[in-house]
């Protein structure tokens, strides 16, 4: 679950940046600008950053409020998964990150794969889609998140970390076990989900 006064700030931004949207008199203008501005004081409480910071970068998000994307390439070879270490914390994960406009989904994963470990990839199958706040114990984030796992099978390419990583490597069921995760992006819960399905080869794709 979580806590109260991110339900709430998120909520709060969707009514503003929703009313924002389709408001037509300035009035209405002002009072969605200061339901958001509300908004942002509440997240600064909580996160690094100050509420003008903030309120900015919830003005950029435009248009009717959804949820965010984010793509995770499901990489096994030799039995072992591709995981990669982010630099932010240290923490390893599955290779992903935001899809962007204008991509198909097998495009922004392959991409992203690429990107964060050197490896080209051919997205085969999905093998889920959830909802990030579901997938317990993650930390807060001021946006709702959907997460869509990606089984991809590698097609070219070599280990080589990027600008956002500094590890590429592939490991057993057992050595992912022991390793710090970047939690915020792949869970322990994931990883065991996903040799499971290369174990028993039942790919059926799970949701929420």
Known sequence: MNPKW??????????????LHYAKDEYDVRRYETIQRIAAEI???????????????LALEEGHATPKVDVRGVVFRDSRILLVREKKDGGWTLP?????????????????????????????????LYDRDRQAPVPPY???IYKAFFLCEI?????????ETDGVAFFTETEAAGLPLSVAR????????????????DWTPLFD
């Open 142 to 144: 001021p946006f709702r």
């Open 6 to 19: 991110l339900e709430w700030a998120r909520d709060l931004q969707v009514v503003a940046q929703n009313g």
């Open 43 to 57: 997240l600064a409480t909580r996160f690094d950053a100050s509420a003008e910071e903030i309120e900015r970068r």
């Open 155 to 163: 097609v070219g390419g070599e280990a080589a970390p990027s600008s």
């Open 96 to 128: 992903g990150g935001w899809a962007d406009a204008g991509e198909v989904p097998s495009e922004a994963v392959e991409r992203e794969v690429r990107e964060e470990s050197g490896f080209a990839t051919r997205a085969v199958r999905l093998l889920a």
């Open 186 to 201: 792949t869970t322990q819960r994931q990883i065991e989900l996903f040799f499971l399905m290369a174990r028993t080869g």
